[in-house]
């Protein structure tokens, strides 16, 4: 029974905690370090979303910038990549 109590007030807490980010962030008054924390506790919680053409979530991949690897090592480490990699080891 004690096992079961338990469980209740960790539900409980993990509700208050979810509608508290929800009501934050709807309302607009959500700062940089509650969103932050809000995604924190989606990750912990293991929910993931899918972008579905005109979601949000779409919309937010859509204007996020891609990213070419080979560019990035490039600009870090210059024309010979691999002996600045090797240095590194």
């Known amino acids: 029974m004690a096992l079961k109590a338990e ?8 509700n208050l905690v979810t509608e508290d980010f929800l009501k934050r ?10 969103l932050k924390a809000a ?5 912990t919680n293991d929910i993931t979303g899918v972008a579905h053409e005109g ?3 779409d ?3 859509r204007i996020m910038p891609t990213i ?5 090592q490039h600009r ?3 024309k010979n990549i691999n002996r600045a990699v090797s240095n590194k080891r």
């Open 7 to 14: 469980e209740d007030k960790f539900n409980e807490l993990h």
């Open 59 to 61: 919309k937010l991949a």
């Open 55 to 57: 979601t949000p979530l």
């Open 39 to 43: 995604c924190d506790w989606l990750k």
């Open 76 to 78: 870090l480490y210059g």
């Open 68 to 72: 070419d690897p080979e560019l990035v």
């Open 25 to 34: 962030v709807k309302s607009g008054e959500a700062t940089t370090q509650d």
